[in-house]
Structures are given as structure tokens and as C-alpha cells.
């Protein structure tokens, strides 16, 4: 592996670990928006160096355009967050972008994994233009079935973990405010 891959797969895995860790913790708290902080940094490091890697055809194929919809994905929920856009909507928006990211990120693993998996077994039994019709294949299929069940996941789930911020953000000032963790601090 190049040291372009290599660096890809250590985003890549950091970003997924990162990013896990940000969907199972209360939205809006401090913990919430440090692991976040790790999870956009990994994905700025996946997406800079899927742009460095022309390994499979020699120019650019679907899978830097899905790196440009990443990062679209992550500034869309960059901006939301910091902008406060639009206005009392901003939090909602903020975790549909952000979900969105990971979904995308979860299909290019699911992809990356079917074919590094099923390709080098099948690669001495099949004539090279079948290998890429089963290769594109693999990708469509990974990629249709991860973001099918991502769908469904942000459909059943995201607006209850909307709804549960605010009151996780109060809960968080009220325990930086309570007087026992000031005096313990002193």
C-alpha cells in the first residue's frame, strides 16, 4: 500500500471510530462537539487523500466525485453549526448534514470492503472485463443497501436525537455552574 493509502486508511478508520462515538453521545454537549471536532478533521484527511489516489484508473472516477459530496456534506453541516443557519432550524439542519456524512462514509467502507474482499477470489476465474462489471457492481450494491439503511436510521432516529439537545446543552451549563464542581476544582 502507498503511504497515500495508508494514510487514507487510518483517516478513514479514525473518521468511522470518531464518528460512532458522536452518534451514540448527547447532542450539543462538550464531549459531543470534541469527538466531532475529530470526526471532521478525519474526513478532511479522507477526503484529501482520496484526491491523491488515482491508483485504480489513472483519473478521476465516482469515487472522487463521492469525496466531493462528502465534503459538501460535512461544510453544509460546518456551516449550519456555525452560522446558526437557518435561524431556529440550525440544530436540525446541523444533524441531518452531519449524518448524511457518515452514511456516505459507511457506504464507501461497505464498497471498499465487498471489493477488496470478493475481487482478489474471483480475480483468477474471470476475464478482465467481467472483474469490472462485478467490481462497479459491488460498489452499486454496497452503496445502495448502506445508504438505504442509513436512510431509514436518520428517518427513525434523528429527530429524537434533535429534540434531546437542548435539554442535554442545559444539562451540561447546570453541572459547569453547580457550586461543587467549582469548589472541587479550587
Do not use: C
Not at 447532542?27 to 487523500?49: F, L, N, Q
Amino acid at each position: 500500500m502507498s503511504p497515500t493509502g495508508t494514510f487514507h486508511l487510518v483517516f478513514s478508520l479514525l473518521a468511522i471510530l470518531f464518528g460512532a462515538v458522536v452518534i451514540m453521545l448527547p447532542k450539543g454537549t462538550r464531549w459531543h462537539r470534541t469527538w466531532g471536532h475529530g470526526y471532521v478533521w478525519s474526513m478532511v484527511g479522507v477526503m484529501a487523500t482520496s484526491f491523491a489516489m488515482f491508483d485504480l484508473t489513472g483519473s478521476v472516477t465516482p469515487f472522487h466525485v463521492a469525496a466531493v459530496v462528502g465534503g459538501v456534506t460535512i461544510g453544509g453541516g460546518m456551516w449550519t453549526v456555525l452560522r446558526r443557519r437557518p435561524k431556529k432550524h440550525w440544530i436540525h439542519a446541523h444533524a441531518t448534514w452531519m449524518a448524511w456524512s457518515y452514511v456516505g462514509l459507511m457506504a464507501a467502507f461497505v464498497s471498499e470492503s465487498m471489493t477488496r474482499f470478493v475481487m482478489p477470489a474471483v480475480q483468477g476465474t474471470l476475464e478482465h472485463q467481467r472483474l469490472w462489471f462485478l467490481f462497479w457492481g459491488l460498489v452499486g450494491v454496497g452503496t445502495f443497501v448502506t445508504v438505504g439503511v442509513g436512510a431509514w436510521l436518520i428517518r427513525r432516529n434523528l429527530d429524537d436525537a434533535v429534540q434531546a439537545t437542548p435539554h442535554a446543552m442545559r444539562a451540561e451549563r447546570e453541572e459547569l455552574a453547580s457550586p461543587e464542581l467549582t469548589r472541587s476544582g479550587t
